[in-house]
């Protein structure tokens, strides 16, 4: 056993209002740079919607992350043989279109324009070449399922669903949409670094975030291909490539990312994790139905003593063990098996997990009514409106199961508390749907608290950082924000 | 978009939330960014959120002291239930600014 730490994640997209303040948090602190406008390290899309960049989840389109092939696992995008051939065109590569055109509008023409018979406006203007543009995408051009012929329609996630289904997605009264906030998932087996011919990317030793060392990077992007996630980005002014880098610098000094700080739906949850490392390349090859579980299983129990022994040996302080023992993204995770990784099947086992959204039911089931005294309880889940495969498709590796079990335990939990708070659900038929969920009370309440009622400190239990120990000197980014990149000892210049 | 009383040049989304045949126009931004110049106006630029609508107050709008009467002027009027009109969508032939 080799026992890592790592800084782990879950958002409840119960909660998310799709206010796109975590977005702008972010873009304010880290993005507001030259050659970063068009980046948004974190960005929340609707779904049933293509996101950003367009289609991302497509791998046909963009070769992200993994694919087993004779046995092992291999980059989709790149490989030995095949980064020369791709060095001057990557056919794969997202391009600015796939992305958006970033824009500002010419504020200054308020001022400065000649008098007129009529008021002037700021039109828009590009922030690459400086020219008027006329706006053809943005950022989050389907929100709120906008342009959903064009948009929803082409969601890679409709895959399996009925025509029916498919068609009651976007019809009137029967439509549905959740939002969906990402930032980089900080993957166990990053598709990202494994990909970097420089060895620019590198995932932290002491708690598994994700970075790219802005010395090294020498624009090779292969990256940016390999991330299924679409979540490296490349800095055209600097010529270096750039990612969410979780907000160390403030993690370092115990406050939690700012998306995270910032979420008014308080659906994020930040925590440490300790994983099983020896495993971890067999987890990433088994079969795609094992996949979720085989993550799980790699999780460890911080408080086993085992994994602790192991921890003590691999130089893991006491104080981050104990932050993994009060750990949100633990309970969510392994305990409770509410959150499920996105897209597992991309093989990079993402640590960022989502609770999966319930839904209203189908208005249009047969004869015009839900029959609600069904006996069988939890009967609108298989009806809700987001169809089960879509979920399925989104976070359950296909699996319907998976996606099932925590909504059934969600609304079990639901029901739980209706009966204690409410009252007009009697507390048998509670308990029993408890039970056909695989819940006890006592774990009820343990959701109930943690999803309802948690403080900052339960949400996010960040550990001491010991940066002292660590190996490289940083400087404040904060400091040097406009001429270098994210705290490394000199500014990055364009070019080998 | 346009009726008898106004024009409005804006972008429209089409999506499956908004039934065929009915618009809606969020509270809108000001005309100081982005709003083009309109045919229909002779070339003037296009209007805002309160072109289409008349403000027609009834009495009791004006008890409470709510604050769409206390802000300022472009705050008067009705809310948006009393707001429905009927209005033409058109796709603006040229772009002018
Ligand atoms: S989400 Fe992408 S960028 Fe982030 S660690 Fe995983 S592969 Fe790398
Ligand atoms: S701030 Fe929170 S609630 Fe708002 S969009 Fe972001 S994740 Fe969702």
């Known amino acids: 056993m080799n026992v890592r730490s790592q800084i782990s994640m879950v958002f409840h997209l119960d909660k998310c209002i799709g206010c796109h303040t975590c977005s702008i948090a972010c873009k304010n602190i880290w993005t507001d740079r030259r050659g970063t406008e068009y980046m948004w390290w974190n960005n929340v899309e609707t779904k049933p919607g293509t996101g950003y960049p367009a289609k991302w989840e497509d791998q046909e389109k963009f070769k992200g992350g993994w694919e087993k092939q004779n046995g092992k696992i291999r980059l989709k995008s790149t490989g030995k043989g095949r980064i020369v051939t791709n060095i001057f065109h990557n056919p794969h590569m997202p391009s600015m279109d796939d992305y958006y055109e970033p824009w500002t509008y010419d504020y200054q023409h308020l001022f400065n324009a000649p008098e007129g018979p009529d008021q002037p406006t700021a039109k828009p203007i590009s922030m690459v070449t400086g020219d008027y543009i006329d706006i053809e995408s943005g950022p989050n051009w389907d929100d709120d399922l906008g342009g959903s012929p064009v948009y929803g329609k082409n969601d890679p996630n409709l895959e399996g669903l009925t025509e029916e289904q498919k068609l009651q997605l976007f019809s009137i009264e029967q439509l549905v949409f959740f939002y969906f906030p990402r930032i980089c998932n900080h993957c166990m087996n990053p598709a990202c670094v494994a990909s970097c011919p420089s060895g620019a990317l590198y995932k932290r030793g002491e708690d598994g975030i994700v970075l790219v060392d802005q010395k090294r990077c020498r624009a090779w992007r292969s990256c940016i291909a390999a991330c299924p996630y679409k979540k490296v980005f490349f800095n055209w002014f600097t010529g270096k490539s750039e990612k ?13 990312p700012a998306c995270f700080h910032s979420c008014v739906g308080r659906i994020r949850y930040l925590g440490v994790v300790l994983y099983d490392a020896d495993r971890l390349e067999a987890v990433a090859n088994l079969p795609k139905e094992q996949l979720i579980d085989g993550q799980r299983d790699l999780i460890l129990d911080p408080t086993d003593e085992h994994v602790l022994e192991g921890a003590r040996k691999n130089g893991i302080p006491d104080s981050v063990v104990k932050a993994a023992q009060e750990s949100p993204v633990y309970q969510f995770v392994k305990v409770w098996k509410l959150a499920l990784p996105p897209h597992i099947e991309f093989r990079t086992l993402p640590m960022l997990f989502y609770v999966p959204p319930m839904a ?11 029959n609600s005294v069904s006996d069988n309880l939890f009967h609108d889940i298989d009806d809700a409106r987001v169809p089960m495969r879509f979920l399925a498709n989104l976070f359950g590796a296909g699996q319907e199961g998976k996606v099932a079990y925590a909504l059934r335990k969600q609304k079990a939990v639901r029901w739980y508390r209706r009966a204690v708070t409410v009252g007009d659900v009697d507390l048998e038929t509670a ?11 006592k774990e009820a309440m343990a959701i109930y608290e943690l999803t309802s009622l948690c403080t900052f400190e339960q949400r996010f239990v960040i550990p001491p950082m010991y940066r002292e120990k660590a190996l490289e000197a940083l400087r404040d980014p904060h400091e040097v924000k406009q001429s270098a990149g994210f705290g490394f000892l000199s500014g990055p210049r364009r070019g080998m | 978009m346009h009726n008898d009383h106004g ?3 804006t972008r429209a989304v089409v999506s499956a939330r908004i039934p065929p045949g009915v618009c809606i126009q969020y509270h809108s931004p000001e005309r100081t960014f982005s709003v083009p110049k309109s045919p229909l106006r002779n070339d003037r630029r296009a209007g805002g959120h309160n072109s289409l609508t008349r403000t027609r107050l009834k009495p009791n709008f004006l008890a409470g002291g709510y604050g769409q009467f206390t802000f300022h002027f472009n ?19 040229v772009l002018k600014w």
């Open chain 1, 360 to 370: 209203p039911v189908m208005a249009n089931r047969k004869n015009g009514a839900l």
């Open chain 2, 7 to 9: 024009v409005v040049v």
């Open chain 1, 244 to 256: 969410c880098i979780l907000c160390y610098p403030r993690l370092e000094t115990g406050q939690a």
């Open chain 1, 431 to 441: 308990e029993r749907m408890l039970r056909e969920a695989d819940c006890t009370i």
């Open chain 2, 75 to 93: 705050y008067w009027g009705p809310i948006g239930c009393n707001r429905d009109t009927h209005i033409l969508v058109r796709k603006l032939p």
